[in-house]
């Protein structure tokens, strides 16, 4: 073969080579930038996905900044409120306890009366569903007081119990009603002690119950606007 011919076969290899690096070249090219594109994509998917992460992050710690200061100040409001409301039950509760001796006493007896006048009725039930051997009446109707009301009003809370039932109970039971020489640690009222059953008429006791009831009616009088009562 003369050297013109070798040339010739020489260039067309080197020819072809040249398209095929070409070609692969632009593969390469191609599929680089398809990568770089497809890992931009998910770069900007995953920015967004961590901006839109932070955007809930921060509002929920806003909602949970306004819901902790909301829950802190109802906190303080119902406190507020609740001690509001102690002193009112408190300034009633007062306001019993240092009514003058005559007043006082009155109260006393109204209490007592109740008192004996439901242990009757528990009584005439017990009687009426067991029998009168198992029945049995206490042997005594002790009265109960703090040391102040015994000695201020303690007679005469008797005499005017005995007064105001005469009639309306049987003597029996009238005449076993006494004024214990013990007394109890209460603020007020009295202690009805009847055999092992106690009826607690203290003032602590009622209030606690007279709060319960009328509590919603007196936050409504003290926080509700008169147009909206």
Known sequence: ?????????????????????????ASAKAESQRISEEYAARAEEIREQLTEAAEREAADLIARA????ANQRR???????????????EGALSGIRNLEASK??????GLLCAALLEQAEAENISRTLYGEEEAMAPEAYEVLLNQRDRDRSG?????????????????????KL????????????????CGSIESNCSLQFIFRGLREELETEVSRALFTSPERR
């Open 104 to 109: 006082y006493t009155d109260m006393l007896v």
């Open 66 to 69: 306004k819901a902790t200061a």
């Open 155 to 175: 007679k005469a809370m008797l005499e005017g119990a005995v007064q105001k039932l005469t009639g309306k109970l049987p003597p029996e039971m009238l005449k």
């Open 1 to 25: 073969m003369s050297m013109n011919g070798l040339d010739r076969i020489t260039q067309r290899i080197l020819a072809e080579a040249q398209t095929e690096a070409d070609a692969i070249l």
């Open 75 to 89: 906190n303080a409001l119902l406190a507020t409120q609740s001690e509001l409301l102690d002193g009112v039950f």
């Open 178 to 193: 006494v004024l214990s020489e013990k007394t109890v640690a209460i603020d007020g009222g009295l202690i009805l002690r």
